[in-house]
């Protein structure tokens, strides 16, 4: 069972959104897919709704807004694909989902600005204490994924890069060489109860490709 957990202690990022075009790919290549929403606002889990009234039922969705994820997630092992949106805030449901990424993946979206990688800082500080204490637990280490999420121009400024590089001198996280692009098709997609990878538009497709093809 893989396990992707999409979180970030700031909203606003695209956590929904990339956290159902995840699960969207994964069920593409077969995978009999599970979306948890650890969020209250639910819009993954809405998501999977609006797409089984388009009959199309590849995901199944669950509504899990409190600190058991961790301890529930081995109940799901007859899914081969676990894919966990987590709602902002530094909550002990957000904490909950972190330490269930250490037998998985956390991906943390940031916007490619220098305020949202400042803020990214908050997160990896969570993060980081967590993963310090499982690292004795588990006798190995785990390293985040940061994805620059909604990124506008093709080149990234010099000012975020440098903010980057200088949480990477405190912080052990890797940045992914993806990067997923702002595109009107992504809300397109979502009203429809569709993945981008299933509209017509090649750019995004072979974007979101690249993406899931570095952290599978």
Same mark, same amino acid.
């Given at each position: 069972?893989?396990?992707?957990?999409?979180?970030?202690?700031?909203?606003?990022?695209?956590?929904?959104?990339?956290?159902?075009?995840?699960?969207?790919?994964?069920?593409?290549?077969?995978?009999?897919?599970?979306?948890?929403?650890?969020?209250?606002?639910?819009?993954?889990?809405?998501?999977?709704?609006?797409?089984?009234?388009? &009959?199309?039922?590849? @995901?199944?969705? +669950? /509504?899990?807004?409190?600190?058991?994820?961790? #301890?529930?997630? *081995? =109940?799901?092992?007859?899914?081969?694909?676990?894919?966990?949106?987590?709602?902002?805030?530094?909550?002990?449901?957000?904490?909950?989902?972190?330490?269930?990424?250490?037998?998985?993946?956390?991906?943390?979206?940031?916007?490619?600005?220098?305020?949202?990688?400042?803020?990214?800082?908050?997160?990896?500080?969570?993060?980081?204490?967590?993963?310090?204490?499982?690292?004795?637990?588990? &006798?190995?280490?785990? @390293?985040?994924? +940061? /994805?620059?999420?909604?990124?506008?121009?093709? #080149?990234?400024? *010099? =000012?975020?890069?440098?903010?980057?590089?200088?949480?990477?001198?405190?912080?052990?996280?890797?940045?992914?060489?993806?990067?997923?692009?702002?595109?009107?098709?992504?809300?397109?997609?979502?009203?429809?109860?569709?993945?981008?990878?299933?509209?017509?538009?090649?750019?995004?497709?072979?974007?979101?490709?690249?993406?899931?093809?570095?952290?599978?």
């Amino acid at each position: 069972m893989e396990i992707y957990v999409i979180a970030n202690i700031k909203g606003g990022v695209g956590k929904s959104t990339l956290a159902v075009n995840l699960a969207v790919a994964k069920a593409l290549e077969g995978k009999k897919v599970l979306l948890i929403d650890a969020d209250l606002q639910a819009n993954s889990l809405s998501f999977v709704e609006l797409r089984r009234r388009q &009959g199309k039922e590849d @995901i199944t969705g +669950v /509504l899990i807004p409190k600190p058991v994820i961790h #301890k529930q997630i *081995e =109940e799901f092992s007859n899914f081969d694909t676990v894919v966990i949106d987590v709602g902002a805030k530094d909550t002990q449901t957000f904490r909950s989902a972190v330490v269930a990424s250490y037998c998985g993946k956390l991906i943390i979206p940031v916007l490619p600005s220098v305020y949202d990688i400042w803020t990214l800082e908050d997160t990896l500080k969570v993060v980081g204490e967590i993963y310090e204490n499982l690292e004795i637990v588990y &006798g190995y280490r785990k @390293i985040p994924m +940061v /994805l620059l999420n909604q990124v506008i121009h093709s #080149k990234v400024s *010099e =000012e975020t890069l440098e903010a980057l590089r200088e949480l990477e001198k405190e912080y052990t996280f890797t940045l992914l060489n993806s990067k997923l692009f702002q595109r009107v098709v992504y809300r397109k997609s979502l009203s429809k109860g569709l993945g981008v990878l299933e509209m017509n538009d090649h750019k995004a497709k072979e974007e979101f490709k690249s993406f899931v093809k570095e952290v599978s």
